[in-house]
Each structure stands twice: as structure tokens, then as C-alpha cells.
């Protein structure tokens, strides 16, 4: 028996332990957390596709890992489902390309304390938590030395000092890994500590939590955002309309009840989501859901990532087709993140 069998296995067993009983609607992220698919064979099994057919691979750097509730939005039986593609690792990753790199942004000249870039002035991105509670196969930060460069709660310290001593910041951005897998406890202790550096007016939250675990926007959160004198703007991730449901929409309309902005960015990815169709009713679909779309962003040239890859003149057209097919306020801007520039720089403005 191979091992990946045993650890299917083990992940079997682990799912025949009596759970405590509990209301479905009264589920907290923490249990749906708890109860991800990170065996590919399961996953392959519960979408009725044959593990012994659909090409898949078992990745151990950066394994599978994603919720049931987004298992439960992709069409069984199909093995180019869009959300099915964004988190099930095939052989195709492993084919390397020099232009493909560990850290394509350069983002290590930008890291002066640890867990903090500061690479555009007016703001600066906190890597607040090294995990994610989905594994996303595009994902820039896979290689990310997370372990090293997490400053944990002892790292705030000296992240706050910096964020104290350059007044230029007025906008601090929580990313990670995924920002929100922090207990409300620790985002609590976060922003108080944070609200006494007075040129800091904005708090952005970046984070696909809400997405993959609706749940994630419970009262303590939204009670911690709104109860602080930030502006507060949360932007989602979401790639495909079929990741967008009604509980989604819930807790966005629960955010913008006490104010907090809520925008989204998705990554222009072959196969998922590169064509005008997909484009458009994302975009409606994002605003029915009360979701501004924000950014579209060009793949970062990412090791393992190629097949996902989309050229800047077909993104560019994609661009072009939204502007007529869309109201304005509907048509994310077009992005690409480049080396040494001072800000994401617009498809349009690249020769
Ligand atoms: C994208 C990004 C930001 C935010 O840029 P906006 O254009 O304001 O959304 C900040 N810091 C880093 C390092 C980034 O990559
Ligand atoms: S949730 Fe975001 S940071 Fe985490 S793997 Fe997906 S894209 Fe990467």
C-alpha cells in the first residue's frame, strides 16, 4: 500500500471519531476548519471523478487543503471545474521554468522587520499569520518562508515600532497567509495596540476566509472592526462566480451594516476564469453580493504556476471587452505587480 493511501486512510479514520453533535446553522469557522479536505483522493471521491483517472498529485510542500463548504460549490463530475482547478495539485506543477521563480516580486528587499513589507510608502503589508484555509495552486506566497518570517505576537513589537516611526504610513494592510485565521482575540489585542499610532488611518484586511468559511464574519469580528476608530475595508478573494453563495453575501451585508468596505480582488487564471463570459458575471455576481470588484491581478511568475498563466495582451483585451460589456464602476482594474515599482502597475500603462 502506498502512502498515500495510508494517509487517506488515516484521514477516514479521523472522520469516523464521534464529532460533538451540532446545529448546522450554528457551526463556527473553527469546526469547519477542522474539518477540511486535505486528501486528494477524498476530494476526488466526494466529486464522483475517479482518482485512478484525473491526474493528481500529492504535494507535501504545500498540500490540499480546502472546506467543505467550497468542496460543495463545484460541480461533481467535472474535472476542469474552475474551483475544482484552483486547489488540486496535478503533475503539471512540477514541470519547472526559469522564468518562474521562488520570489518573482523581489519582495525580500522590502522586508525590514520580520513579517512586514514595506514596499509602496503610504502603506505597509503585515504578514499577520503563516496559514490559509485554503491551498491555492497559483498562490505567490507558496514559497514564502513563512516559519522564518512570521512575527507571531512577540514580532508585533517590532513591526509597531516601524509602522510608529515612518509617519509617511497611513494605512497598515493585514495579509499572510490568511489574515483572518488569527482569533478574534488576537485581532482584538492587535488593533488596540495599533490605534495608538495616530497617523495610521486605514486598516485593509486581505483574505479568503470569508470565502471558503462564510462563518468566518461572526459578532466578536465585526465588533472588533467596527468598535476601532480605523476605516475599515475587508477585499475578498474570489476568482469565479460559482465560489460566490447566499451566506457570503450575509455576512458582507452584516460588514456594511457597521460600515466596513468590502471589495475584492480576484488573479486572471487559465482555465478558471480568462474569458469575457466568466469576467462579466463575476463582477455582477460580486455586486449582487454587495462586493466591489477592486483588482484583477496578473499571475506574479510564481514556480509551479505556468499552466495558470494568462499574457498581458490577451489580459489587456479581457480588460477592454469588461469596459463595454459593464458598467464602469463594475470593471476592476487590471493589474500586475512589478519589481522596484511604487505602486501595482495598470495593464494599460505597460508599452
Ligand atoms: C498590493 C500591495 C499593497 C496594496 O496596494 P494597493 O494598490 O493599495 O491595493 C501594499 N503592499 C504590497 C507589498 C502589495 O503587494
Ligand atoms: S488564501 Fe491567499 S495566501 Fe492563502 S494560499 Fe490562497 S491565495 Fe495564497
Redesign the pocket.
Known amino acids: 500500500m502506498d502512502s498515500v493511501v495510508i494517509l487517506c486512510m488515516i484521514a477516514k479514520m479521523k472522520a469516523i471519531i464521534p464529532q460533538p453533535p451540532l446545529l448546522q446553522q450554528s457551526q463556527t469557522w473553527q469546526q469547519a476548519l477542522s474539518e477540511m479536505v486535505t486528501c486528494p483522493h477524498t476530494l476526488l471521491t466526494m466529486l464522483d471523478l475517479d482518482p485512478m483517472t484525473v491526474p493528481w498529485q500529492w504535494d507535501q510542500g504545500f498540500p490540499l487543503r480546502v472546506s467543505k463548504s467550497f468542496i460543495s460549490r463545484m460541480q461533481k463530475g467535472n474535472p476542469f471545474d474552475p474551483l475544482l482547478l484552483q486547489v488540486l495539485s496535478t503533475p503539471i506543477e512540477s514541470q519547472l521554468d526559469k522564468a518562474f521563480s521562488c520570489d518573482p516580486l523581489e519582495e525580500s528587499d522590502y522586508n525590514p522587520v520580520p513579517g512586514l513589507l514595506h514596499k509602496y510608502p503610504s502603506k505597509v503589508l503585515l504578514t499577520f499569520t503563516s496559514s490559509?484555509a485554503?491551498?491555492?495552486r497559483y498562490?505567490f506566497?507558496r514559497h514564502f518562508p513563512y516559519q522564518s518570517n512570521n512575527p507571531g505576537r512577540k514580532g508585533w513589537d517590532s513591526a509597531l515600532d516601524y509602522i510608529r516611526s515612518h509617519n509617511e504610513i497611513v494605512e497598515v494592510i493585514l495579509s499572510?497567509?490568511?489574515p483572518l485565521m488569527a482569533n478574534d482575540e488576537s485581532i482584538k489585542l492587535f488593533i488596540q495596540q495599533l490605534q495608538n499610532i495616530p497617523h495610521i488611518k486605514i486598516l485593509r484586511i486581505h483574505t479568503?476566509l470569508p470565502v471558503v468559511i462564510p462563518e468566518r464574519i461572526n459578532h466578536a469580528l465585526i465588533s472588533n472592526l467596527s468598535s476601532s476608530r480605523f476605516s475599515v475595508v475587508l477585499v475578498y478573494?474570489i476568482n469565479h462566480p460559482n465560489e460566490i453563495i447566499s451566506s457570503i453575501a450575509q455576512g458582507v451585508l452584516r460588514l456594511k451594516q457597521h460600515n466596513i468596505t468590502v471589495l475584492n480582488q480576484s488573479v486572471l487564471l487559465k482555465g478558471v476564469n480568462d474569458s469575457l463570459v466568466c469576467l462579466k458575471n463575476l463582477s455582477i455576481s460580486l455586486f449582487e453580493a454587495g462586493i466591489l470588484p477592486y483588482y484583477v491581478n496578473l499571475l506574479d511568475p510564481v514556480q509551479g504556476s505556468k499552466h495558470f498563466f494568462v499574457d498581458i495582451v490577451k489580459a489587456r483585451q479581457l480588460q477592454q471587452d469588461l469596459r463595454a460589456a459593464l458598467p464602469g464602476y463594475l470593471v476592476p482594474k487590471f493589474v500586475q505587480e512589478m519589481p522596484h515599482r511604487l505602486s501595482k502597475t495598470a495593464l494599460d500603462l505597460i508599452p
Open positions: 490559509c485554503i491551498h491555492c498562490c506566497r499572510g497567509g490568511d479568503r478573494h
